[in-house]
Structure formats: C-alpha cells, structure tokens
C-alpha cells in the first residue's frame, strides 16, 4: 500500500502539478500588486472611479451590492488582460522564434502492389516499379 503511494507521489505529473501550484500562487501576488498598484489606478485617472463597491440597490430592507460585482468582473478582465499580454503573446513569440514551425514532408500513397509509400505525384514505384 505504501508502494503505490509512493509511485503516486513520484510520478511526473503529480510533482509537475505541484511546482504549477506553488509558482501560481507567487504569481498571483504580482499579478494583483500590478493590477491593484498600477492598472486601477490609471483607470481612476482616466475614469474617475476605479472601484464600484460604494454601488448598492436597496431592495425591500436588503442591499444588493451590485457594485462589488462590477469591481470583481473588471478585476478578473484586468488580470487576464494582464496575464495574456505580458506571459501568454511574448511565450509564444520566443517559442516561434527558437521552434520555428518544422516543413510538412511531401504527401505520399501507398503503392497498390507492394503497399510502400511513394509520392503523390509518381507514376512508378520506386520499390517495385510498378506503374502507378
């Protein structure tokens, strides 16, 4: 028993899953300093009011802070914002840039004799010599 959870524990993926964990939560922490310190701030110079919270609708003796919704859901485009044009657009340009994109090898069929992969555009076998 203590076997299988000690090939459990190793495997890669549990430890690769474990270091996202960890890296995302430091992450998170630089993501929200630059949206809470830098982003929302320029927005309240060029909005005026970079946080909703004070926006409520009294209902029947409740408040529906609805306000506080609103500052969620701009937070949340703000730190995908974030997320995707400062991590995800540069990866995938160093990634175009140092893997670029590998050619197609030429598209083949089968010979109908010997069943060998010849080009598309032969009209002989070039194991058999059969005409294609």
């Not at 922490?29 to 919270?53: E, H, M, S």
């Not at 914002?81 to 670029?100: D, E, G, M, S, W």
């Amino acid at each position: 028993m203590l076997t299988g959870f000690r090939n459990f524990i190793l495997r890669g993926n549990v430890m690769d899953l474990a270091v996202a964990v960890i890296i995302g939560a430091a992450f998170t922490a630089i993501v929200t300093a630059l949206t809470a310190n830098i982003i929302n701030p320029l927005l309240g110079a060029v909005i005026g009011k970079p946080n909703f919270d004070d926006l409520v609708l009294h209902l029947h003796g409740g408040d529906i802070k609805y306000g506080t919704f609103i500052t969620a859901i701009i937070n949340f485009l703000l730190i995908a914002a974030v997320v995707y044009f400062f991590l995800v657009v540069p990866t995938q340009h160093l990634l175009k840039r140092f893997n670029p994109p590998v050619a197609a090898p030429p598209p083949t069929k089968a010979c109908p004799q010997c069943l060998g992969d010849i080009p598309v555009a032969a009209t002989r076998c070039k194991f058999c010599t059969q005409p294609v």
